[in-house]
């Protein structure tokens, strides 16, 4: 018997109570592919990517800015945006897919997984929360520390930092194409792996290029301080870096934008997914991202 068969099988109202908590649970995380794809709630999208975008620069240059203050190390600075990211992603990912970074929406829709029509409203929104972080920090510290700006480190010269933001943005784009949901990243696989990844780089990486691997998370400095220095590394590398990856990932898993793929970082693949492909590819089609079985929380009450 197929898992399809067997999940047609079983009668929701016969596991009780837990089964409809961990129906919502699971909405929460993975949300509706409807609302991620809905013209009339990009507003919706893009206040979500502004405030993530502010968050993570807030915790990436206010620890960079720390860090140079001698106030925390340079552990605690890296970590700092690693979790972070893992907190956006967990609260926000379902709303407008916590991109927060212009290079990870240009991998997305060089995949096929994200209209190209949506990439400059989401890049100027993170540009802006971005900015809007750097802000904030230059109100509460001042204009120091080249306000966390990420940098060639002490002994590093340009092309070194731009060879190292190349590689590591191409690892960090090739996690999140590979844990995501079609163009979101949303549950807890893909902020572990996202968060964690990050993290992990700037351990070892940080003392070479400042570990950016982000375009808006170097813009907001730069802008706001007014030093603008080697910021083409972290445009170019970055960019670099995207498209590397997305080479890997036709490589590894094929061409995107199939509702398979879309399927898979939401959990809605298991036994038998390839026999199930029509079945899935329609549902999945008709918003559904979540596993599957998995009806609209509000539908449900209503039913009730």
Known sequence: MSGAAAAQKIDPASLGTAFLRTHQVLWLEFGDRKDFDDPRREWRRLFSELLGTF???LAAAGGGLLHAKGQISLAAAVVAPGLMVTAVILFMGAVSGAHLNPAVSLAFALRGDFPWRRVPGYIVIQLTGATLACVFLRLVFGNAGHLGAALPGPGYKPWQ????????????VSVILGTASAAQNVGAIAA???????????????????????????????????????????VAGPATGALIAVGFAFVLRGRGGDVISRAAGSGVLGDGALAAKPER?????????????IDDPGTQRGGQ
């Open 192 to 234: 572990l792996a996202v968060g964690g990844y990050i993290a992990l780089a700037g351990l070892w990486a940080a003392p070479v290029s400042g570990v950016s691997m982000n375009p808006a998370r170097s813009f907001g400095p730069a802008l706001v301080s007014g030093d603008w220095t080697s910021y083409w590394v972290y």
């Open 55 to 57: 968050a993570l620069v």
């Open 161 to 172: 930092a731009l060879l190292m933001e190349i590689v590591l943005t191409a690892l960090l």
């Open 281 to 293: 590819s329609g549902g999945t089609g008709q918003g559904r991202a979540g596993p599957e079985g």
